[in-house]
């Protein structure tokens, strides 16, 4: 049994700037072969994935210890172990799923498997990110990343709604609980979708997809909160209130590094077409419609596994973050020379202020396009 339908795949059609990515292509090739640098990750990744796993798991470690008799000092352990989901799904799945990891593709698809730890589903992850987002950044209708619950307003055309005025105030409530929607409804739900639009091909991988998906969440579900509750003396409500505070962090800490990328007042927005035709050079409208923040914040950049350096990110999603800072002087001068603007903001307070102002000029301008 084949999908409900065929993918109604987009197709980026134009000459003009069509020169750029080959010759920025070029030129970066240059820089990993004259350096003899491979593009994937070495001891850096390799240390940094195993201190990002020592910040999830440790916590995890005390709390089913049962050693932990205060429940502040409980809360604040589901806190810190919130760091460190994030921190492995920015710092270490978001390379692996991308295969920029390794070289070796069962390494990729292993640590890969961190979405699914954190309670997320690497299928869907792959689908929504690798395939729509990277390919249809900003385009409404394709892009999964701006298609928000009605009461939020991420793109000019999407439909305006009085509510949309104050979404710069209550954006960060539906950031803070996206993880836990994520792992809880969003995943299922999206899996059916990508089934019924025919991102997923087949019965038997729409079926493969699922098991996948149920298994790792009841794996999730017992370890981080039946172990808990089991090995601990404290009320239940506690460990669900725990595990809710956990996603808020990693919820509040990943929204915001994926959305300062795109939803900004001075970066382009598309909509899908029933032509399926986007009148754009892709790498183009990748610069368009993505920003940078805080290239120089070493220590930020090193969190969020490089997605500080965004517009780096999509136009060589198949290199390893820890490359980013080394090509974007690289994509800067060749921006330049072909008259593209490379939009980036100093920091990342800026970014998010910046971020907040698109969201009230798309809140209080309906006509705004």
């Known amino acids: ?21 080959s010759v920025l292509r070029k030129r970066v090739r240059r820089y990993f072969e004259e ?13 940094k994935t195993a201190f990002m796993l020592a910040i999830y798991l440790v916590p995890f470690g005390f709390i089913v210890s049962g050693t932990i008799t205060s ?26 799923i991308h295969g920029a990891y390794s070289k070796h593709k069962w390494v990729n698809q292993l640590l890969g498997n961190a979405m699914n730890l954190i309670g997320g589903n690497s299928d869907v992850w792959r689908m929504q990110h690798n395939v729509l987002h990277h390919t249809y950044t900003n385009v409404l209708g394709m892009d999964d990343d701006i298609n928000t619950p009605p009461i939020l307003r991420f793109s000019p055309h999407e439909k305006w709604m009085k509510a949309h005025k104050y979404q710069y105030l209550y954006v960060w409530f539906f950031y803070g609980i996206s993880t836990f929607t994520r792992v ?47 090995f601990n003396s404290f009320s239940p409500w506690l460990t669900l209130g725990a595990y809710f505070l956990m996603h808020v962090v990693a919820g509040s800490i990943m929204s915001m590094i994926f959305q300062t990328a795109h939803v900004m007042p001075d970066l382009d927005h598309k909509k899908a077409r029933e032509d399926r035709i986007i009148e ?21 950049t090193w969190y969020v596994g490089g997605l500080n350096f965004q517009v780096e990110h999509h136009l060589f999603a198949n290199i390893c973050h820890i490359h980013y800072p080394k090509i974007a002087p690289i994509v800067v001068q060749t921006a330049k020379e072909y008259n593209i603007k490379y939009h980036s903001q100093p920091s990342l307070a800026e970014a998010v202020k910046a971020h907040a102002r698109g969201l009230y000029e798309l809140g209080n301008n309906p006509n705004k396009r």
């Open 1 to 21: 049994m084949a999908a409900s339908q065929t993918f109604k795949a987009h197709k980026f059609v134009s000459e003009q700037d069509s020169e750029f990515y």
């Open 35 to 47: 350096g003899n640098i491979s593009t994937f990750g070495d001891r850096r990744m390799y240390i």
């Open 71 to 96: 429940p502040w000092l409980y809360l604040a352990t589901y806190v810190f172990m919130g760091f460190g989901m994030a921190g492995m799904g920015l710092s270490v799945m978001h390379d692996a």
């Open 184 to 230: 809880t409804l969003r995943d299922p739900v999206q899996v059916f979708w990508y089934w019924n639009n025919g991102l997923i091909k087949s019965k038997k991988e729409f079926a493969k997809i699922m098991a996948n998906l149920i298994f790792w969440k009841i794996f999730h579900f017992t370890y981080l909160l039946v172990l808990p509750i089991y």
């Open 280 to 300: 754009e050079n892709w790498a183009v409208h990748e610069m368009k419609t993505t920003s940078n923040y805080a290239p120089n914040n070493k220590m930020l």
